[in-house]
């Protein structure tokens, strides 16, 4: 199955625009497309993207899905496994990285201070 990204040389994201909040998630976090694209409903595709938490944005409730998920916590502080309220969870340090099968259950997220995480999705080979 070839892969469905574009080819991009080396260049700097404009980081000022081109954000949005991806379906399903709170306004304070959102994300930024680098390169490809992923379709779910017929899991296919791969995409390179950011992904931004703006200071005490949280999610409420733990993510599953069916693709590879790769991240790098790049900058800020990300808390993973609180509660409801935004509460417990351990802290993770600029640096981490996490990489997940499909149907791996993982968070719910928060960030204090806010973070910049560096993602790559993509499913099997059929």
């Known amino acids: 199955m070839p892969v469905n990204k574009e080819h991009k040389e080396f260049y700097t994201p404009n980081l000022e ?23 779910e409903e017929n899991n296919r ?17 733990p993510f ?5 998920e790769e991240v790098l916590l790049l900058e800020g502080d990300l808390i993973v496994g ?5 509460e417990g969870g351990e802290t993770f ?21 806010g973070c910049l995480l560096y993602e790559t999705h993509y499913f099997d080979p059929v």
């Open 17 to 39: 625009e081109g954000w949005e909040v991806p379906p399903g998630y709170p306004e304070g976090i959102q994300q930024k497309i680098l390169a490809g694209s992923l379709d």
């Open 45 to 61: 595709g791969s995409r390179t993207r950011l992904l931004r938490f703006l200071p005490g944005v949280y999610t409420t409730a």
């Open 64 to 68: 599953v899905h069916e693709y590879w």
């Open 82 to 86: 609180n509660d409801e309220n935004g």
């Open 93 to 113: 340090p600029p640096r981490t990285y996490a990489c997940r099968p499909p149907g791996a259950p993982h968070g719910p997220f928060k960030s204090v201070d």
